[in-house]
């Protein structure tokens, strides 16, 4: 009943704006004032605002047209409006684009060809008449345009680069695509650095973006599709698949919970993540985001789905499991037994950031019977007047070490490895020499920390170190005890969790021997004949297998 | 909204819960290390006074032992202190060993235990039983019984070695890896199990003390002593205590060890000197390098024999004779003179054995293990059967090893 | 895939039953510490194999005959209605009972070597708790836990059993049969009536992918930990000698902690301890589940979820105040106790059901 009206009510107030209009014809320039429209006063709110704009259809005249261009946008300096008379007839028009986001050279090619070119065109009356379809014939063949009736769309035109002209006596507008605003070059991305992989990352253009990938997998099946999201910012974002492989419950699921998003702005792809993101409340990330070219076309080529967002230069990978957290891209690139080496070496570490501390602290307080002589009593000396306990201790020194981190990351490039240097060398070694701190602990932190350094994912490196101090606490208050109902639990989470209903500890658990070849370690790529099964199901082979090299002389 | 909060409300009650479960010491099983005293050499022995059972403990001294930070002794102080005090049981003494302890003594990490010579008399049982039912106490631990002062033992310093307990099992390694005069009993294990199984008796590694009158004994310098060069080790690791059940009944010394190690394919190394052929004033020796034993029971009724056949290979390590003859009757008997060292090194430990009427060598184990019909049927009679158990070695000895050169020196 | 569902995987469903198994098996190693069959623990074990196969695959043939109902549920639908239900409640008594004493003998062990004045409950509930959890998560995440805990699991297990081959002497397995047969019979009775933890196949296998190939998976997850029950008895006779194998509270633990193969490897017994954790985990889990489902289908209840709270605290009750110390535990254990008790709680009910579903099938039949 409500929605009727409320059409109803549009509808009307569209009808009387055009009587309104067609009312005054010959109105003199000067002293006209177009009546304040409902909605756009000084003292309407956004909303009203923004719903007073969203109908609001172009006028006849241009004079109309500009005035409600300028209620609409106001006095924003970097809107440009250029008035000119076009044509033999001499028909005042205006060109309207955005300083910043339109290519020079195509808005020259546009101004020349309304302006000079037209003159060139032979026109009978009807053309000469009617200059807005001549315009637009002539345009289409330099430059791609379209045409619009609205001021919304035209609006949203001009503020992602386009330019618009407008022509008195015409309801419509021209749309050209003079797009061309600077974008960050395309370069390796500095937190994924790798040493053999892919130098291109992503930028903040999701067109370039876009075209990275495509220019990667040339095959028609690679589909991307794109929708707008945030009511005011109206951001751009675009999903990539590969048609056929992907399935397809997951781009529905995707696809309804993208819809559902109701925000007045997305500013990167963080956003998104939280609003799509199955486990929002969980410590551990359940979408991969990345900068890498390479790794989001490996994860497409999986049955992967990409999500691009226009201004954020990380894509976000779904569904992600826990071991797409840990792989790096050297794994890939390195041969087979180097790039498992590391992988494994990987998950050693991240154990190792999770639960040493916690250990340390579990095994010194409560079962000081598991150290060998020499260790204990080497422990104990180095202990010896250290004034906390080991708790304490081990807090505090975990503490410093986690704010010189953050320290270190804040501040400038340039002044950044200072203040580690300062933080870890003169900080620990103070600390060691006044007594207030044991050797030991230094090790255990120093090393846990270097030991989460190795994770990849930022994310993840996060959520350990967070739950590192959970840890730390269940091991100084129940021992070995507590570590391992921390470990549980945790491991309880993480294998109810699901990333668009993919288990997120597959393939270990549930447990898929075939998969563990790219999960565990990775194997050469000839022996990787299967696509991860829960994944790629739709078209289980990869390659056909037997492509192992062989010696010449050595084929039978 | 709601949801919101409550989540945030459940994440700040973890977060305060937490830490305050973590912080206070000594709740329940928490100990500070720096509350604990490490004993890594626990004695045992009556009081000669009181006729009570004392305990006198090593405990390891934190302030003493050096760190990466002042290598060297820390401060000047002791490695260890020693303590003890009496008590009806074991664990009576132990908590009165407490009462006079700064720290809670840890008793995990004992390495060496030690009976002293009237507790093995008077039988290991209260000390054993509290061993193995008590939760810190490990069975990796090395028993030994020591004859002399233990409690001069414990207080004396080693050569190389900071701990006491450290440097007794680095002795004994060092002594079963290269000479071979030590039984085999290196763990509390093993000496629950000679106990527990039918037909062997126990047999210990025993420490004697040679300490010099005069000599500092490391109490009482502390670490001026390590100032001076070559301190003597203050106790020897030699010959063996046997005992009836867990009682203390009589000694090897080391050649009768030798007998007893060959007879149950333990040794490892075994030096013997000899004289140079042709030269009586010259020596030369012979290194047992390689070897093995086998026992196999033949009974008649009552008669039990005893089948041993053993197999030593050896090196000559020095010549000290002017010609070195490589012929076949040289190397023959050489051969024929070792084997009759070794027979006679057996003999001598049965000789002992008998007289003591000691079956340490496991002949009723080795019974009950391959002929357990006739083990059921002498089982009973068995101190008798074995006085008279004839044991015939038969040893094969061989020397395979000339060194790097073949003749001796030749100096103008 | 995509869907929430309460099924677990044929592997699933042997690792979750062979590390129960194997937990309880080793955690006291029945076969050695119940009677006098010493050296010859290892023959007993393989003969321990054999009669238990017989009680899965009684258990087993049963329930393949409605793969996809309960034995609450069949149970009434063989013997009628009330009949039928009160035969059910056997088996939800024997997984309380069954998983209360898994608990306290757990507790015993770290209270007595590890943690001696922690409080019992503190200990259990550690265990508890994350059963909890992960049942109320679903039977899904309690199977993906099993296929997680697995390898751990048996790595741990076989690392604390190979790491002692180094001292073992296996001179100490001889003689056999010093004291003939009996004693070896004797001491199979206990570990065979260890077996009801297979009736917990009559509450899973419905939730089982493939419900024809869950005999097969149960019996040779019985063949797998059976290997390693053999395997354990012959390492700690071999290592510990017999007679201190038999008199050890906990003679695998004693095992660990009894070897020194250098200065530097020794004292790992936290190894075998946190399998016998993650183990008992699984096996408090699977008997939660069960008793909760089984509790809940009696009582047509939609959501199992529900009871988890309440059982929990009853089996933890159980578990502290079922036994007084030790000794009590280690004495019901004894062939002449548990055997009898066991048998009747898990093989009457098994008759009268099979005998009921014969006399169904004849008069189908005629």
């Given at each position: 009943?409500?929605?009727k009206?409320?059409?109803?009510?549009?509808?009307?107030?569209?009808?009387?704006?055009?009587?309104?209009?067609?009312?005054?014809?010959?109105?003199?320039?000067?002293?006209?004032?177009?009546?304040?429209?409902?909605?756009?006063?000084?003292?309407?709110?956004?909303?009203?605002?923004?719903?007073?704009?969203?109908?609001?259809?172009?006028?006849?005249?241009?004079?109309?047209?500009?005035?409600?261009?300028?209620?609409?946008?106001?006095?924003?300096?970097?809107?440009?409006?250029?008035?000119?008379?076009?044509?033999?007839?001499?028909?005042?028009?205006?060109?309207?684009?955005?300083?910043?986001?339109?290519?020079?050279?195509?808005?020259?090619?546009?101004?020349?060809?309304?302006?000079?070119?037209?003159?060139?065109?032979?026109m009978?009356?009807?053309?000469?008449?009617?200059?807005?379809?001549t315009?637009?014939?002539?345009?289409?063949?330099?430059?791609?345009?379209?045409?619009?009736?609205?001021?919304?769309?035209?609006?949203?035109?001009?503020?992602?680069?386009?330019?618009?002209?407008?022509?008195?006596?015409?309801?419509?507008?021209l749309?050209?695509?003079?797009?061309?605003?600077?974008?960050?070059?395309?370069?390796?991305?500095?937190?994924?650095?790798?040493?053999?992989?892919?130098?291109?990352?992503?930028?903040?253009?999701?067109?370039?973006?876009t075209?990275?990938?495509?220019?990667?997998?040339?095959?028609?099946?690679?589909?991307?599709?794109?929708?707008?999201?945030?009511?005011?910012?109206?951001t751009?974002?675009?999903?990539?698949y590969?048609?056929?492989?992907?399935?397809?419950?997951?781009?529905?699921?995707?696809?309804?919970?993208?819809?559902?998003?109701?925000?007045?702005?997305?500013?990167?792809?963080?956003?998104?993540?939280?609003?799509?993101?199955?486990?929002?409340?969980?410590?551990?990330?359940?979408?991969?985001?990345?900068?890498?070219?390479?790794?989001?076309?490996?994860?497409?080529?999986?049955?992967?789905?990409?999500?691009?967002v226009?201004g954020?230069?990380?894509?976000?990978?779904?569904?992600?499991?826990?071991?797409?957290?840990?792989?790096?891209?050297?794994?890939?690139?390195?041969?087979?037994?180097?790039?498992?080496?590391?992988?494994?070496?990987?998950?050693?570490?991240?154990?190792?950031?999770?639960?040493?501390?916690?250990?340390?602290?579990?095994?010194?307080?409560?079962?000081?019977?598991?150290?060998?002589?020499?260790?204990?009593?080497?422990?104990?000396?180095?202990?010896?007047?250290?004034?906390?306990?080991?708790?304490?201790?081990?807090?505090?020194?975990?503490?410093?070490?986690?704010?010189?981190?953050?320290?270190?990351v804040?501040?400038?490039?340039?002044?950044?490895?200072?203040?580690?240097?300062?933080?870890a060398?003169?900080?620990?070694?103070?600390?060691?020499?006044?007594?207030?701190?044991?050797?030991?602990?230094?090790?255990?932190?120093?090393?846990?920390?270097?030991?989460?350094?190795?994770?990849?994912?930022?994310?993840l490196?996060?959520?350990?170190?967070?739950?590192?101090?959970?840890?730390?606490?269940?091991?100084a208050?129940?021992?070995?005890?507590?570590?391992?109902?921390?470990?549980?639990?945790?491991?309880?989470?993480?294998?109810?969790?699901?990333?668009?209903g993919?288990?997120?500890?597959?393939?270990?658990?549930?447990?898929?021997?075939?998969?563990?070849?790219?999960?565990?370690?990775?194997?050469?790529?000839?022996?990787?004949?299967?696509?991860?099964?829960?994944?790629?199901?739709?078209?289980?082979?990869?390659?056909?297998?037997?492509?192992?090299?062989?010696?010449?002389?050595?084929?039978? | 909204?709601?949801?919101?909060?409550?989540?945030?409300?459940?994440?700040?009650?973890?977060?305060?819960?937490?830490?305050?479960?973590?912080?206070?010491?000594?709740?329940?099983?928490?100990?500070?290390?720096?509350?604990?005293?490490?004993?890594?050499?626990?004695?045992?022995?009556?009081?000669?006074?009181?006729g009570?059972?004392?305990?006198?403990?090593?405990?390891a001294?934190?302030?003493?032992?050096?760190?990466?930070?002042?290598?060297?002794?820390?401060?000047?102080?002791?490695?260890?202190?020693?303590?003890?005090?009496?008590?009806?049981?074991?664990?009576?003494?132990?908590?009165?060993?407490?009462?006079?302890?700064?720290?809670?003594?840890?008793?995990?990490?004992?390495?060496?235990?030690?009976?002293?010579e009237?507790?093995?008399?008077?039988?290991?049982?209260?000390?054993?039983?509290?061993?193995?039912r008590?939760?810190?106490?490990?069975?990796?631990?090395?028993?030994?019984?020591?004859?002399?002062?233990?409690?001069q033992?414990?207080?004396?310093?080693?050569?190389?070695?900071?701990?006491?307990?450290?440097?007794?099992?680095?002795?004994?390694?060092?002594?079963?890896?290269?000479?071979?005069?030590?039984?085999?009993?290196?763990?509390?294990?093993?000496?629950?199990?000679?106990?527990?199984?039918?037909?062997?008796?126990?047999?210990?590694?025993?420490?004697?003390?040679?300490?010099e009158?005069?000599?500092?004994?490391?109490?009482?310098?502390?670490?001026?002593?390590?100032?001076?060069?070559?301190?003597?080790?203050?106790?020897?690791?030699?010959?063996?205590?046997?005992?009836r059940?867990?009682?203390?009944?009589?000694?090897?010394?080391?050649?009768?060890?030798?007998?007893?190690?060959?007879?149950?394919?333990?040794?490892?190394?075994?030096?013997?000197?000899?004289?140079?052929?042709?030269?009586?004033?010259?020596?030369?020796?012979?290194?047992?390098?390689?070897?093995?034993?086998?026992?196999?029971?033949?009974?008649?009724?009552?008669n039990?024999?005893?089948?041993?056949?053993?197999?030593?290979?050896?090196?000559?390590?020095?010549?000290?004779?002017?010609?070195?003859?490589?012929?076949?009757?040289?190397?023959k008997?050489?051969?024929?003179?070792?084997?009759?060292?070794?027979?006679?090194?057996?003999?001598?430990?049965?000789?002992?054995?008998?007289?003591?009427?000691?079956?340490?060598?496991?002949?009723?184990?080795?019974?009950?293990?391959?002929?357990?019909?006739?083990?059921?049927?002498?089982?009973?009679?068995?101190?008798?059967?074995f006085?008279?158990?004839?044991?015939?070695?038969?040893v094969?000895?061989?020397?395979?090893?000339?060194?790097?050169?073949?003749?001796?020196?030749?100096?103008? | 895939?995509?869907?929430?569902?309460?099924?677990?995987?044929?592997?699933?469903?042997f690792?979750?039953l062979?590390?129960?198994?194997?937990?309880?098996?080793?955690?006291?190693?029945?076969?050695?510490?119940?009677?006098?069959a010493l050296?010859?623990?290892?023959?007993?074990?393989?003969?321990?194999?054999?009669?238990?196969?017989?009680?899965?695959?009684?258990?087993?043939?049963?329930?393949?005959?409605?793969?996809d109902?309960?034995?609450?549920?069949?149970?009434?639908?063989?013997?009628?209605?009330?009949?039928?239900r009160?035969?059910?409640?056997?088996?939800?008594?024997?997984?309380?009972?069954?998983?209360?004493?898994d608990?306290?003998?757990?507790?015993?062990?770290?209270?007595?070597?590890?943690?001696?004045?922690?409080?019992?409950?503190?200990?259990?509930?550690?265990?508890?708790?994350?059963?909890?959890?992960?049942?109320?998560?679903?039977?899904?995440?309690?199977?993906?836990?099993?296929?997680l805990?697995?390898?751990?699991?048996?790595?741990?297990?076989?690392?604390?059993?190979?790491?002692?081959?180094?001292?073992?002497?296996?001179?100490?397995?001889?003689?056999?049969?010093?004291?003939?047969?009996?004693?070896?019979?004797?001491?199979?009775?206990?570990?065979v009536?260890i077996?009801?933890?297979?009736?917990?196949?009559?509450?899973?296998?419905?939730?089982?992918?493939?419900?024809?190939?869950?005999?097969?998976?149960?019996?040779?997850?019985?063949?797998?930990?059976?290997?390693?029950?053999?395997?354990?008895?012959?390492?700690?006779?071999?290592?510990?000698?017999?007679?201190?194998?038999?008199?050890?509270?906990f003679?695998?633990?004693?095992?660990?902690?009894?070897?020194?193969?250098?200065?530097?490897?020794?004292?790992?017994?936290?190894?075998?301890?946190?399998?016998?954790?993650?183990?008992?985990?699984?096996?408090?889990?699977?008997?939660?589940?069960?008793?909760?489902?089984?509790?809940?289908?009696?009582?047509?209840?939609?959501?199992?979820?529900?009871?988890?709270?309440?059982?929990?605290?009853?089996?933890?009750?159980?578990?502290?105040?079922?036994?007084?110390?030790?000794?009590e535990?280690r004495?019901?254990?004894?062939p002449?106790?548990?055997a009898?008790?066991?048998?009747?709680?898990?093989?009457?009910?098994?008759?009268?059901?099979?005998?009921?579903y014969?006399?169904?099938?004849?008069?189908?039949?005629?």
């Open positions: 009943m409500s929605i009206s409320g059409l109803l009510q549009k509808l009307a107030r569209v009808l009387l704006r055009k009587i309104k209009n067609t009312r005054k014809p010959n109105a003199k320039k000067t002293d006209w004032k177009p009546k304040e429209l409902p909605g756009l006063g000084d003292f309407n709110d956004l909303s009203q605002r923004e719903k007073a704009f969203q109908d609001l259809p172009l006028s006849n005249r241009l004079e109309d047209n500009l005035q409600l261009f300028r209620q609409v946008t106001g006095e924003s300096y970097d809107v440009n409006i250029q008035e000119f008379q076009s044509g033999p007839e001499k028909v005042p028009a205006a060109l309207l684009y955005i300083d910043g986001l339109v290519d020079t050279n195509a808005l020259e090619i546009t101004l020349h060809s309304v302006k000079v070119d037209i003159f060139l065109t032979n009978d009356e009807v053309h000469k008449k009617n200059i807005f379809e315009t637009r014939r002539r345009l289409l063949s330099v430059i791609e345009s379209r045409t619009t009736g609205n001021m919304a769309e035209l609006y949203y035109g001009i503020s992602i680069g386009r330019t618009a002209l407008l022509f008195d006596g015409t309801a419509r507008a749309i050209c695509e003079t797009q061309g605003w600077n974008v960050r070059e395309v370069s390796e991305p500095s937190a994924e650095a790798s040493i053999r992989g892919v130098r291109e990352g992503f930028v903040e253009s999701i067109r370039t973006n075209s990275l990938v495509r220019r990667r997998i040339r095959s028609p099946n690679l589909w991307i599709e794109s929708m707008e999201i945030g009511s005011l910012s109206k751009e974002l675009a999903f990539a590969i048609k056929g492989l992907v399935g397809e419950e997951i781009l529905g699921e995707l696809r309804s919970r993208l819809k559902n998003i109701k925000v007045d702005g997305i500013l990167g792809s963080g956003y998104i993540e939280d609003y799509i993101s199955d486990n929002p409340c969980s410590l551990f990330p359940s979408l991969l985001s990345t900068e890498r070219v390479d790794r989001v076309v490996g994860n497409l080529l999986e049955g992967r789905v990409a999500i691009f226009n954020s230069s990380f894509a976000l990978i779904i569904p992600a499991g826990f071991d797409s957290f840990l792989q790096a891209p050297d794994d890939y690139f390195e041969p087979f037994p180097l790039g498992a080496f590391i992988r494994v070496l990987r998950y050693i570490s991240f154990f190792i950031a999770l639960f040493l501390p916690g250990i340390y602290v579990a095994v010194l307080t409560f079962h000081p019977e598991l150290l060998p002589v020499p260790l204990l009593l080497r422990i104990q000396a180095a202990r010896e007047g250290v004034p906390f306990p080991v708790v304490v201790e081990t807090l505090f020194m975990e503490i410093v070490f986690e704010v010189l981190r953050e320290a270190g804040r501040l400038p490039m340039i002044v950044g490895p200072a203040i580690s240097i300062v933080g060398l003169v900080l620990g070694d103070a600390a060691i020499r006044a007594g207030i701190v044991s050797p030991g602990v230094v090790i255990i932190v120093a090393f846990t920390a270097i030991a989460s350094f190795t994770i990849p994912s930022f994310t490196g996060l959520a350990a170190r967070i739950l590192r101090f959970l840890m730390l606490f269940l091991g208050a129940f021992g070995l005890l507590g570590v391992q109902f921390g470990l549980l639990v945790l491991l309880i989470h993480l294998v109810s969790m699901r990333s668009f993919y288990p997120y500890m597959a393939p270990f658990a549930p447990f898929i021997w075939g998969d563990m070849k790219d999960s565990l370690v990775n194997l050469f790529w000839w022996k990787q004949v299967y696509r991860p099964k829960l994944l790629g199901y739709r078209e289980p082979r990869r390659q056909p297998p037997g492509q192992k090299p062989q010696q010449p002389g050595k084929k039978e | 909204m709601m949801q919101k909060n409550i989540f945030l409300l459940r994440l700040l009650l973890l977060g305060l819960f937490l830490p305050l479960l973590a912080f206070p010491t000594g709740c329940w099983d928490r100990r500070e290390p720096s509350l604990l005293g490490v004993v890594t050499v626990a004695a045992f022995d009556y009081n000669p006074q009181t009570m059972l004392q305990v006198i403990a090593q405990v001294n934190p302030l003493g032992i050096s760190t990466g930070e002042n290598s060297g002794p820390g401060g000047g102080e002791n490695p260890f202190w020693v303590v003890k005090a009496d008590g009806h049981t074991v664990y009576e003494a132990i908590k009165n060993i407490e009462k006079v302890s700064t720290r809670k003594l840890i008793w995990s990490h004992l390495e060496a235990v030690l009976f002293s009237t507790m093995a008399t008077e039988g290991l049982r209260p000390v054993l039983d509290y061993i193995d008590e939760r810190q106490a490990r069975l990796i631990a090395r028993p030994f019984v020591v004859r002399g002062d233990v409690r033992l414990l207080e004396s310093k080693f050569p190389l070695e900071e701990l006491g307990g450290q440097a007794l099992i680095r002795q004994l390694l060092t002594i079963r890896m290269e000479d071979a005069f030590m039984p085999e009993i290196d763990s509390l294990l093993r000496l629950f199990h000679h106990l527990t199984v039918p037909g062997v008796e126990l047999i210990l590694p025993r420490i004697e003390m040679q300490v009158e005069g000599e500092d004994n490391g109490a009482k310098n502390g670490g001026n002593s390590k100032m001076k060069t070559g301190r003597p080790n203050p106790v020897k690791i030699s010959g063996a205590a046997l005992f059940g867990d009682r203390l009944s009589g000694y090897f010394d080391e050649k009768e060890i030798a007998g007893y190690l060959w007879i149950t394919e333990n040794i490892r190394r075994q030096t013997m000197v000899f004289t140079c052929p042709g030269e009586a004033d010259k020596y030369l020796t012979v290194e047992v390098y390689c070897s093995s034993s086998n026992l196999k029971a033949e009974v008649q009724g009552d039990v024999r005893m089948h041993l056949f053993v197999r030593a290979e050896g090196k000559l390590q020095d010549f000290a004779g002017l010609k070195l003859p490589l012929d076949e009757d040289f190397r008997s050489l051969n024929r003179r070792m084997a009759t060292v070794i027979h006679n090194q057996i003999d001598t430990a049965l000789l002992k054995a008998r007289e003591l009427n000691l079956d340490i060598f496991g002949f009723g184990y080795e019974l009950y293990k391959n002929r357990p019909q006739d083990w059921k049927r002498l089982e009973e009679k068995w101190p008798e059967i006085s008279k158990v004839e044991v015939e070695p038969n094969h000895a061989i020397v395979r090893c000339y060194g790097l050169v073949v003749d001796p020196i030749r100096i103008r | 895939m995509f869907l929430f569902t309460e099924k677990i995987g044929n592997s699933q469903l690792n979750i062979f590390i129960m198994r194997t937990t309880i098996v080793i955690s006291f190693l029945p076969v050695l510490t119940t009677t006098q050296q010859d623990a290892w023959l007993a074990s393989i003969i321990t194999f054999f009669l238990s196969a017989l009680c899965v695959y009684l258990i087993g043939r049963l329930a393949l005959i409605f793969p109902k309960s034995i609450i549920q069949y149970s009434q639908e063989l013997l009628g209605s009330w009949p039928g009160l035969f059910s409640l056997f088996y939800p008594g024997l997984f309380l009972f069954m998983g209360a004493t608990l306290r003998i757990y507790g015993e062990l770290l209270r007595s070597v590890f943690l001696p004045e922690t409080p019992l409950i503190v200990i259990q509930s550690s265990i508890v708790i994350a059963a909890v959890m992960v049942v109320y998560a679903g039977l899904e995440p309690l199977g993906r836990m099993a296929d805990i697995f390898p751990v699991f048996t790595l741990s297990i076989l690392f604390t059993l190979l790491f002692p081959v180094v001292e073992a002497d296996f001179g100490n397995l001889q003689p056999v049969l010093y004291n003939g047969w009996r004693p070896v019979l004797f001491a199979t009775l206990t570990p009536a077996i009801a933890q297979y009736a917990h196949l009559t509450m899973l296998i419905p939730s089982v992918v493939e419900p024809q190939k869950a005999l097969r998976s149960a019996l040779s997850s019985l063949l797998w930990a059976s290997l390693i029950l053999v395997f354990a008895a012959l390492i700690v006779v071999a290592v510990l000698g017999a007679d201190e194998g038999a008199r050890a509270a003679p695998v633990f004693k095992l660990i902690r009894a070897i020194r193969i250098s200065e530097f490897l020794e004292r790992i017994e936290a190894f075998p301890t946190f399998a016998w954790g993650l183990g008992l985990f699984i096996t408090l889990s699977v008997n939660l589940y069960s008793l909760s489902k089984g509790l809940s289908q009696l009582c047509r209840l939609k959501n199992h979820r529900h009871l988890l709270l309440p059982l929990a605290v009853i089996l933890s009750t159980l578990a502290l105040q079922g036994y007084s110390d030790f000794l535990i004495s019901f254990f004894k002449q106790v548990a009898p008790f066991v048998f009747f709680l898990l093989l009457f009910p098994l008759a009268v059901l099979w005998t009921a014969f006399f169904k099938k004849k008069d189908s039949v005629f």
